[in-house]
Each structure stands twice: as C-alpha cells, then as structure tokens.
C-alpha cells in the first residue's frame, strides 16, 4: 500500500483507514513524550537539517499553525508557501509545484486540498526520500485530527473499549468524521454512533461500524465521548439543512441536550466551532469540553508523526 515503505514501516500519513492499532498506538505514545512534566512541549533537534513544506490550498487556523510549531519544536526549517502568490494562479499543476519544492530539498510536504485524493497523487509521484502528510482532502480523510482526538480522549478518560462515543453532526461531508470512525474501530472503542438528519449522513453509513441515530436525544443515551462537527456549508451543493434554527433545536448540543449523555461526557470538536449553531456557547467553554486542548495536543501529535516518517525514512536507506 502506498502509505508503506518496502519494509512496511509508514512512510506517509495519507488515511487513517488500513493502519493498524499498533500504528496508532505508537503514534499517540510518541506524542506524549513530547510533553514535560509540567505539561510544555519540549524542544528537541530530531529534524534537524530537513525542511517542512506547508502547502495549504483551503483555509485552516488549527492545522497549519500546529504543524508549523511541531517542525520548528523539531528543529525543522519549515516553509509556508503562500498558494494566493504562488504559481499556483498562473496555471502551476500541484505535481509541479511539489516538484520545484523537492528541487529545493524540502522532505515532508504538509498538503490540503480541495479535492479528494489530491496527496494520495502526490504521494504516488514523489521521490523516495520525501514523505507527505495529509492534512486535510476534500471530504475524504484528515488523519492527524483524529489521532489527535484519540489522544485527546486517551488522555482523558483512558481506555477506548469502555467508551461509547457519539460523532454528531455534518458527517457527509466531513474529512474529521471518516478518519475518527476508521481510528476509533481500529482501537476498539465500545461502541460508535453517528448522529445527524438524513441528508448529512452518507448512504449505508452503517458499513462503516457504526450506528445511526436521527434523533439527538436517544443518541446520546449512554454515550461518554461527544465528537461534534460543523456545518460544512461550502461543501453543500444544495439546500440539506432544516430551515432557520430548527438545526439547532434538532442537532445542537445544549445544556438541555447534554444531560442525556452520561455524567461527565467529554465533548470535544475539531474546530472551527459555530457558537449557537451546532453548540451551545456555554457548553463550548464548560470543564468537560476539551476543544483548546485538542487543540495543544495536536501539535505533540504531529510531532509525533514528522519524527516518525523521517525515521522511518533514514532507516529504509
Ligand atoms: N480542525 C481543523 O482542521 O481546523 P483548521 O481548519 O483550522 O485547520
């Protein structure tokens, strides 16, 4: 498979689907030797000398930011290209402008796009030595988010078998959604409901391990981990909403809803949040929403990954 080297160690991070749950166990162990006692991420020099390209064709606050302070907590020289000046807009195809950024010796390429399977081509056309890490493609797969959300619910309510969890929301059209599914199946989490109005679930969701839930309320019966997601509105090619505020009154997570969750159910949400629209604002910034932390361990997390594959590389030489 493309994401593994002859000797099937990783040598990119493309999807979470195929990995194993050592894979992903050696990932989240990795990330939490990146913090200090006192909860700081630590500097090291493991890439040293080796250059971080940050190709982002779609917006991002969360993602792009942690990546780039993960390289330069590595020691990595990390290059933002800017798509808007870049040759991009004079016609440049984005195996093009992978290979110019090769030319200039840069090893791992941090891309989102647009179009799903936009790094898997990548990846298929790159030389040995560089790997590239999907950080978001389409509504297909955005791996490190949720390895970052295992951590994050690893960290703080512990084994995955014990927890049933609830992913709540835009699950068509999202990329976060796909890759938390894939991870939580992988490491066995009790049991994984979906829960959202017909038109954002896909067609026979249930194939992917799940169970479906239209209704909020009897979903989140019994759940101890609540994953909310946004309204992915710029993917939507028609009208797929309830009208108005019905959305919210149906799907939002409020102070009203969550008391049908058990005691002390974790919330967490990849971000960008929509205060009032999927989420109540005063259950966003209640103790046992954990979103700025996520948020935190995402850059432990995607140091664990670019340490990873280079490593992974060195020793394929
Ligand atoms: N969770 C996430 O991907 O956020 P950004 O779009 O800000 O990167």
Do not use: W
């Not at 160690?9 to 006692?37: C, M, V």
């Not at 989102?112 to 509504?139: K, L």
């Not at 960290?155 to 969890?165: D, I, T, Y």
């Not at 799940?210 to 759940?223: A, W």
């Amino acid at each position: 498979m493309l994401q593994f080297n002859k000797q099937k160690r990783l040598k990119h991070l493309l999807t979470i689907d195929g990995l194993k749950k050592e894979h992903l166990i050696e990932i989240l162990d990795r990330a939490e030797t990146f913090f200090s006692p006192n909860g700081e991420i630590i500097q090291t020099d493991m890439l040293q000398g080796k250059t971080v390209a940050n190709l982002f064709f779609e917006a991002s606050t969360r993602t792009r930011s942690t990546f780039e302070l993960a390289a330069k907590k590595l020691s990595a020289s990390v290059l933002n290209l800017d798509i808007s000046h870049s040759s991009t807009s004079k016609g440049e195809s984005l195996r093009d402008t992978v290979r110019n950024l090769e030319a200039m010796q840069c090893q791992l390429f941090v891309i989102r796009h647009a179009t799903s399977g936009a790094t898997h081509f990548v990846a298929q056309h790159v030389n040995p030595n560089v790997s590239i890490i999907n950080a978001g493609d389409g509504c297909h797969a955005h791996p490190t988010q949720a390895l970052l959300d295992m951590f994050t619910i690893r960290k703080h309510r512990g084994e995955f078998h014990k927890l049933n969890v609830a992913i709540v929301g835009d699950i068509l059209h999202s990329r976060v959604a796909r890759s938390q599914i894939h991870a939580l199946n992988i490491l066995g989490a009790g049991e994984i409901r979906v829960i959202g109005p017909k038109t954002l679930l896909p067609s026979h969701a249930e194939q992917l391990g799940v169970h479906v839930f239209h209704d909020l309320r009897q979903g989140l019966q019994g759940v101890d981990v609540i994953m909310m997601l946004r309204l992915q509105l710029e993917r939507m090619q028609r009208a797929l909403l309830p009208k108005g505020g019905a959305y919210y009154r149906q799907y939002g997570l409020t102070s009203e809803t969550l008391r049908l969750a058990n005691k002390d159910a974790l919330i967490i949400h990849p971000g960008p949040i929509n205060r009032g629209v999927e989420i109540e604002s005063d259950i966003a910034d209640s103790p046992n929403a954990v979103i700025l932390d996520q948020v935190t361990n995402g850059i432990a997390v995607r140091m664990a990954v670019m340490s990873l594959l280079v490593e992974n590389a060195k020793k394929s030489l």
